[in-house]
């Protein structure tokens, strides 16, 4: 009867996932209407029998149950007492000594479960996901959006104008390395009360690059949402249809990043950090997609006129020849000076970009700004300055799409894109269901759209 309900839920691929402090079945009428379908319970053994009973409720309604588990304790025991409570499987969350995961595989030793790591970034498993390792993911992520001094003043970046923090340019780098399901754990920041709009924000920052935020409430918010005081309910149903809104377009996920400008960055030149370049490009708006030096390929560069090449020191034969083709076909390589990194503050526990990296990286920066002017490398937005964005399009190319993150906590009026090519078509998307059509026009550049209102989150799409 278990393996039946197993083999009924969803694939790990389509997993929705919330972290869940309770373990009463009647919590799970929480999760109806909405798409979570995956729930992290903290594995304790001294609970086990309540929470073997939860999870035998959430398969029942189709419901993935996962034990997350944490360094320190006896890690082969604790998945022999998850596969005996007959959970879906395991996430280990933390940094474990190598070869953790196979052996809680072993312990479990059940083809069906699941073992997922949410690891540092700096050792996430980049690349195609293999056969029982399905999602890829860290605990360390920072929390998005802007920051308010104390003079009531936002943060301003290296960049000049409002600085948005995000995980979506150390997203972007994970995905560059292969198709992956990525899963983000960040955790509301200790000792503050998180804003309803806040968390929109916070799930729409991964979405917009194809990664899942695992849904985590703040103290306050789950205690106010288990006594179901109205206002919590009314706030956890936005987060419900916004999620529901990016699972409901999975197409979405497999567009690719699109525009003139390629990064050529791998780990060791700071691509799992956030705040380098690729966020410093993005809060510009200058479509842009990171390109790991072992996939450099005609391929790769193909439709690009711009590359910025931050491992000249790492490349081999092959992709110093690829970069010389690019150039010799009229298009502009800029390359790192030799030695401008410094990789002994790259790794670890880091997260964000040092003081020194943070210069070193702008002076290149204000290289590439200087380059692109007000050139158009795939879409221009006007009226932006407090959100992100993201350009893809589908692999024929027939389709656009413009992902937009409102961080203010306000509506954004008037915002207007301007394409490169001759699109006729143009669909908005938003989560609260307003899907209309929008006038196309053309400009000097292409194709023109405007959007009238922006609450938190908005998709354009382009035929």
């Not at 009314?234 to 003139?260: D, T, V």
């Not at 030149?269 to 956030?274: N, P, Q, V």
């Not at 298009?331 to 030799?338: E, G, Q, R, S």
Request: net charge neutral; glycine share 10%.
């Amino acid at each position: 009867m278990f393996l039946a309900l197993v083999l009924s839920l969803a694939a790990p691929a389509d997993w929705v996932p919330a972290r869940w402090k309770w373990t009463e079945p009647a919590t799970l009428e929480l999760a109806a209407g909405t798409p979570i379908n995956c729930l992290l319970l903290d594995w304790t053994s001294e609970e086990s029998g309540k929470i073997a009973a939860f999870a035998a409720k959430a398969n029942e309604k189709g419901i993935v149950s996962l034990a997350v588990l944490r360094p320190g304790g006896d890690t082969a025991k604790e998945a022999r007492g998850v596969s005996l409570a007959k959970l879906n499987g395991v996430v280990l969350e933390g940094d474990f000594p190598d070869g953790t995961a196979g052996r809680v595989r072993d312990a479990i030793a059940d083809s069906k479960s699941v073992v997922i790591e949410l690891t540092s970034r700096g050792r996430m498993k980049l690349g195609v996901a293999k056969e029982g390792a399905p999602i890829i993911g860290t605990y360390q992520a920072v929390w998005p959006g802007i920051q308010i001094q104390e003079d009531g003043h936002t943060k301003a970046g290296p960049t000049g104008g409002t600085w948005i923090d995000t995980n979506s340019g150390f997203v972007r780098s994970v995905r560059s390395y292969g198709d992956a399901t990525v899963w983000l754990g960040n955790l509301p920041p200790p000792g503050t009360a998180v804003t309803s709009e806040r968390y929109l924000q916070v799930l729409a920052d991964a979405a917009i690059v194809g990664a899942r935020w695992i849904l985590a409430m703040d103290d306050g918010f789950s205690a106010r949402l288990h006594a179901r005081d109205p206002k919590t309910l009314e706030a956890w149903m936005a987060i419900g249809q916004h999620l529901k809104y990016f699972e409901q377009h999975p197409e979405w996920r497999s567009f690719k990043p699109h525009g003139k400008l390629a990064i050529v960055q791998d780990t060791a030149s700071g691509a799992l950090l956030s705040g380098g370049i690729l966020d410093m490009i993005a809060v510009k708006h200058t479509p842009v997609r990171p390109v790991p030096p072992q996939r450099l390929s005609r391929e790769t560069l193909k439709g690009a006129n711009l590359a910025v090449n931050l491992d000249s020191d790492a490349l081999d034969a092959r992709q110093k020849e690829i970069l010389r083709d690019f150039t010799k076909a009229g298009n502009t390589v800029l390359t790192a000076p030799k030695g401008w990194k410094d990789k002994s503050s790259i790794g670890g526990d880091t997260v964000t970009l040092e003081k020194a990296e943070l210069e070193r990286i702008y002076e290149i920066f204000k290289e590439v700004s200087g380059l692109i002017g007000r050139n158009n490398l795939g879409a221009r937005l006007f009226n932006v300055s407090t959100m992100l964005s993201n350009l893809t399009a589908s692999d024929d190319g027939k389709q656009v799409l413009v992902h937009l993150v409102n961080y203010s906590g306000f509506p954004v009026e008037n915002v207007s894109a301007h394409f490169l090519g001759d699109f006729k078509r143009a669909r908005l998307f938003t989560p609260e269901g307003k899907e209309r059509d929008l006038e196309v026009y053309k400009n000097e550049e292409g194709t023109g759209v405007d959007i009238d209102l922006v609450s938190v989150c908005a998709s354009l799409r382009l035929e």
